[in-house]
């Protein structure tokens, strides 16, 4: 398995990681008539989050690599941008996360693209899998706000 795709999928994982813990954030301090809604919204997304944190984790194992398991080495490789604690309004919520799913979509073709350049047709479908759901979510996401 080639480095780079190793190097990608801790990226992710670190990705992941981070973007679970302002999940947490948007969850605890969105504020706004959509309260409820996004409440109950946010906190689905972080389950998802924490189960994908897991099946990348295992992937990287299972092809021999090392996934990263620290909060330090999670955040010296994330792209993703933390919030500070504070309130958020329901439409700053939102548009946080179509912004985060939009970066999503890209990070995770490339995974996927990788992976194909790798011929590991296991984890190209893992991601086209994450690929699809993000998709989904970002029409939600877009749909919600309109």
């Known amino acids: 398995m080639s480095k780079n795709l190793f190097e990608k999928l801790n990226e992710y994982l670190a990705n992941q990681q981070v ?3 302002k999940l947490h954030n948007l969850h605890w301090y969105v504020k706004g008539r959509s309260f409820f809604t996004l409440h109950a919204k946010l906190e689905e997304l972080y389950d998802q989050t924490a189960q994908i ?3 990348v984790a ?3 194992l299972a092809l021999g690599g090392s996934p ?3 909060l330090k080495k999670a955040l010296a490789l994330t ?3 933390e919030l500070e604690d504070v309130p958020i309004s329901s439409d700053e919520t939102i548009n946080s996360l179509i912004s985060d799913v939009e970066y999503w979509i890209r990070d995770t073709k ?3 693209k990788l992976a194909e350049d790798n011929d590991d047709g296991a984890t190209a479908d893992q991601f086209n899998g994450y690929l699809a759901e993000y998709q989904k979510l970002l029409w939600m996401l877009k749909s919600y706000i309109s």
């Open 58 to 60: 295992e992937r990287l």
């Open 68 to 70: 990263v398991a620290s």
């Open 110 to 112: 490339e995974i996927v």
């Open 19 to 21: 973007m679970y813990i």
């Open 79 to 81: 792209s993703v941008k």
């Open 53 to 55: 944190m897991d099946e």
